[in-house]
């Protein structure tokens, strides 16, 4: 797939995560897949709202999972979104302090 230039935009509203809990947001999945930078918007882990991040997922083929990740280190803390399958678009964001 080639990249054509811009980003896509995953705009989460400010849904609550908990760390290292999957959540279901719908949609999520697709945007991973669009090989381009992504725009996280409205990102919320326990009562922390995250300023918008770009990110670029990678995409890994496990059996027939297929999941997408990606790291960011925002406020001295390592940020790792996992969005798995394209039917269940579960995203699991985990925040480690200090690494």
């Known amino acids: 797939m080639s990249r054509n230039g811009g980003y896509a935009i995953m ?3 400010n849904e609550a995560f908990t760390s290292g ?11 991973t897949q669009r090989d381009k930078a992504v725009l996280i918007s409205g990102l919320k882990v326990g009562t922390t709202i995250y300023p918008d991040f770009y990110v ?38 985990t925040v480690k302090a200090g690494t």
């Open 56 to 93: 670029t997922f990678t995409s890994a083929t496990v059996s027939t999972t297929t999941t997408a990740t990606a790291e960011k280190r925002l406020y001295g803390a390592t940020m790792t979104i996992a969005i798995t399958n394209a039917s269940a678009n579960n995203m699991t964001v």
């Open 21 to 31: 809990t999957a959540k279901t947001v719908a949609g999520v999945f697709a945007i």
């Open 11 to 13: 705009d989460l509203k």
